[in-house]
């Protein structure tokens, strides 16, 4: 199998230089990628239905011979028709196909084939349009459908995979060692690649998927684990003394026992570890993570180290900038912000003040990673809303320091099975508690005919001092008709609704000093509502704003209407979050009613995994894990039974690099190396 990664596409017969470049296109280059270039799905040949049985309109498979020869017929606009009639012992029946001039070199006059399609029915008779065939002597019964690219069509891919498994050979080396197959019942590895490309029937394809979707979880898994084995291997800047209870009492309010016990547990990894600190803080919206990360980083400080904050939006870093000044004034720390919009000298000013070690404490975005800023001693890396950040960036913010401890802070609840991969080479605290005297925010749903309600209410909570937020899905104006732009939208608040209540207004398309100068109104309290996109939905703590209206609520992810309803609900006031919506479909209403239902972010990730999938659930990849070929984050069966597997294998081999191992490894490298990972994104 190795040799076959060296041997190109290009060796098989069938694909020459043209289609070798199209293969590349689909990350397919050697023969072993292409081996391992699965099926998208599989469409079930194996009932053949009679022709004179098909009464309705549906999709069907049948077997039948070509009738007459293929027609073509050009349509207006250049549209290619081809037809043919083809028949078997029961009936006959027409075939249409769409823009193909090939058809009828690949459908030849008297032969047998498979057909598979969707029937139509209409005054003329049945007939099956575009549908996928093969010969009958290809004998495939459950026929693999490849993601496919212009020029490069499923079928062909299909072939150019049968001639690749030809140059398997008889006995390929087994990344999964024996032992472990046996024991939990896992085909061979030749046996699962044939099956999953041409499987005999359905069994066949269960068995060669649960093989290699749990090799391919288990590689994915040891991968983090040695990960989290080299960082350990790493001495951490030397923090002697602990400064969280001289930090305390800095703070406006005491620490709940929950943000008590992840300071701790960061003083603890620091000062008895002889390794470098890695870890994530896990809480809720709200839980109060700002607090311990500055708590962690007044200690590194404290003995005599600098300490970095990465936010992911200027907003965010801006806001947090503020915070921590204020918290540290008085006790002689240095405090800098750096973004990528301040101007070039005060960029260089702060920079210099990094590099001669006079800034102790830098909040910034990514700013801090480009190759301009440098350190004179960083002894800790924060990143702030983790999961905006890929495995990559957080590496960049360490190679800044000589092996700086890494605290990681993330609101996104992961359901536990994928957490214990996703972030395997951390170590994890929970803040499990909210502070004292949070009252849950109230949710309701509301067609679009209540707004004129929501106002007024709106209009009563300002008139006791609070302040509200009204989120807009769009920056653009016109982007969607029928959905007012944020500045539109704005403008007639102003005019019709609230002409006497300063309004702001924060989108995306503002420049990031404006953007600053409208949050920091809002945050001052001189803007009583602000009109905003979902620019917000990050980290922003105005504590005094007590309502939430978010428009077109069902254009949203349940896991970001519950970041977004997290800005809510930070003081003692009752808050409250209306979700507008005008879409009465079934779905929209379950998951915006999953909203209304509960506060627990948990939950509500769980069910936005089990309604929209990882892909989704994620947005762009936002796991910054690398791409897996065909294992899924959301088969938490699958995630468990590998978990058990790895576990075993390290109890059995001890040392990944042992010997027996050799071809897991190799799979390792291949799964890291493949790109995504290591991209900054
Ligand atoms: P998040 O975990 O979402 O980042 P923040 O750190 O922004 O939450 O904290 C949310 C709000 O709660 C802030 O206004 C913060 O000052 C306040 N807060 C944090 N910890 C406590 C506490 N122990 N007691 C009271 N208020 C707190
Ligand atoms: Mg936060």
């Known amino acids: 199998m190795p040799s076959l990664y060296r041997t190109p596409v290009s060796a098989l017969t069938g694909v020459g230089k043209k289609r070798a470049e199209l293969f590349e296109k689909l990350g397919v280059s050697s023969v072993g990628e292409l081996i391992n270039y699965y099926p998208r799905s599989y469409e079930d040949w194996s009932a053949v239905t009679a022709i004179a049985d098909i009464q309705e309109e549906g999709t069907y498979c049948i077997r039948a011979t070509v009738g007459t020869a293929v027609s073509n017929a050009v349509l207006y606009g250049g549209r290619i028709l081809s037809r043919t009639t083809v028949y078997d012992d029961s009936g006959t029946l027409k075939l ?59 079928n062909i891919i299909a072939s150019a995979v049968q001639k690749a498994l030809d140059m398997l050979p008889e006995t390929i080396g087994d990344p999964l060692p024996e032992l472990i197959r046996r024991k939990y019942g896992l085909c061979g590895l030749r ?8 499987p005999k029937n359905t069994e066949a394809l269960e068995a060669a998927r649960r093989r290699l979707v749990t090799e391919e979880l288990v590689v994915l898994n040891l991968g983090m684990r040695s990960i989290r084995e080299h960082s350990r291997t790493l001495s951490g800047a030397r923090i002697g003394r602990d400064f969280s209870a001289e930090f305390e009492t800095l703070l406006p309010f005491l620490l709940t026992n929950a943000q008590k016990r992840a300071i701790a547990d960061c003083v603890r990894d620091m ?34 180290f600098q300490a970095a904050f990465m936010a992911p939006t200027e907003i965010l870093a801006a806001q947090h900038f503020e915070t921590f000044q204020k918290l540290l004034e008085g006790t002689g720390v240095s405090v800098a912000l750096l973004t990528g919009s301040m101007k070039e000298s005060e960029k260089k000013r702060v920079r210099k003040g990094l590099e001669d070690g006079s800034v102790q404490l830098v909040i910034g975005t990514h700013a801090l990673i480009t190759d301009k800023t440098a350190f004179h001693a960083l002894g800790l890396a924060v990143t702030d809303e983790q999961h905006r950040f890929g495995v990559a960036q957080r590496a960049k913010l360490l190679s800044k320091g000589d092996n700086p401890h890494l605290l990681v802070m993330s609101a996104t609840p992961i359901p536990r099975t994928l957490g214990l991969i996703i972030f395997g080479d951390l170590d994890i605290s929970v803040i499990d508690e909210l502070p004292p005297n949070r009252k849950p925010v109230r949710t309701v749903m509301l067609p679009g005919s209540q707004r004129g309600r929501i106002y007024r209410f709106i209009r009563e909570e300002v ?60 945050a001052k309290n001189e803007y009583k509502i602000l009109v905003a996109t979902t620019v917000i939905e990050v980290g922003v703590d105005v ?28 003081g003692e006031a009752q808050s409250f979050c209306v979700l507008i919506s005008d879409n009465g479909g079934a779905v929209t209403r379950r998951r915006l009613e999953v909203m209304c239902s509960t506060n627990d972010g948990f939950r509500i990730a769980d069910e936005d995994l089990k309604m929209r999938g990882p892909g989704d659930f994620f947005g762009e990849r936002q796991h910054g894990l690398p791409q897996l070929a065909i294992a899924d984050f959301a088969e938490t069966k699958s995630l468990e039974l590998s978990q058990k597997i790895a576990d075993d294998i390290m109890m059995i081999y001890h040392d990944l690099r042992n010997d027996e191992l050799r071809l897991l490894n190799a799979e390792i490298d291949r799964l890291f190396d493949r790109g995504g990972h290591n991209t900054m994104n």
């Not at 046996?191 to 041409?198: E, M, V």
């Not at 899905?473 to 102003?494: F, Q, R």
């Open 463 to 522: 008139g006791k001092g609070r302040q509200a937020y009204i989120v807009c899905p769009l920056v653009e104006e016109g982007e969607l008709t029928g959905v007012a732009s944020a500045e539109e939208y704005a403008a007639e608040l102003m005019l019709k609704h609230f002409p006497d209540i300063p309004v702001g207004i924060v989108h995306g398309k503002l420049k990031p000093a404006e953007k600053e100068a409208v949050m920091d109104g809002f």
């Open 271 to 304: 000062t008895e570890k002889p390794s470098q600190m890695n870890r994530l803080v896990q809480g809720d919206v709200g839980s109060g993570k700002t607090a311990v990360a500055a708590s962690v980083c007044y200690t590194v400080i404290q003995n005599g």
């Open 96 to 154: 249409v196909f769409f823009n193909n001039r090939y058809i009828s070199q690949m459908l030849a006059y008297g032969a047998e084939y498979f057909f598979f399609g969707k029937i139509t029915i209409d005054t003329h008779g049945s007939q099956m349009v575009a549908p996928t065939f093969a010969p009958v002597s290809a004998g495939t019964r459950i026929h693999p459908i490849y993601r496919q690219t212009a020029g490069l069509s499923s």
């Open 191 to 198: 046996q699962a690649l044939c099956d999953i490309h041409s």
């Open 543 to 570: 504590p005094n704003a007590s309502v939430m209206m978010i428009e077109n609520a069902e254009r949203f992810g349940l896991s970001q209407l519950h970041q977004l309803r997290g800005r809510v609900g930070r």
